[in-house]
């Protein structure tokens, strides 16, 4: 019997996520992801060619029905575990434009982040993405379970000091631009955002 993954009203990343997590819990099999928005059908027929599973995609009554089927000998995707990788985050919004907007993408990006099986060893905050790591952010629980998984998470101390949130630190700990130097020269690939 074929999988149905109900996602309709989801918002992103979500549908993506669940539709993962089922595929990584089977060797092989079909399921039927159902949507109700343009951009999340794209973005699992997407998922889809990109971890090397057949789909196909339907609609009917403002729904999209896209279903997915994984083979034996589907191929995964590259496997970056053996990677060191570090993320250097320099703002608490992602992009450039709308604030609102940006603030929205980072929030949406660490969940994102956090039901990723890639995790990075590092998140480094520095200048406003500081605010991201001390009380009030909206983003403290996706960085708590980040951490638990055992991402080291550092803050920039001398950015810290410059928005006057030292003392507000909720998640990881303090460090200076030298150990970020060490971090992201060591690191087999780093990200800024």
Partial sequence: MEHI?????????????????????????????????????????????????????KQKDNLYYITITKNSDSCESVDFKSKKLTIVISSNKLGVGNDELGTTLMKSYLYALTESSNLPADLIFLNGGVKLTTEGSDSLDNLKALEKKGVHIYSCGTCLDFYGLKEKLAVGEITNMYTIVEKMNSSDNTIKL
């Fill in 5 to 57: 993954i109900d996602c309709k009203g989801l918002k992103c990343p979500q549908p993506v996520i669940n539709t993962k997590k089922y595929f990584d819990s089977i060797k092989e099999g079909t399921a039927t992801v159902i949507v109700d928005n343009d951009v999340a059908k794209n973005n699992l027929l997407k998922f889809a060619k990109g971890s090397g599973f057949d789909s196909a995609a």
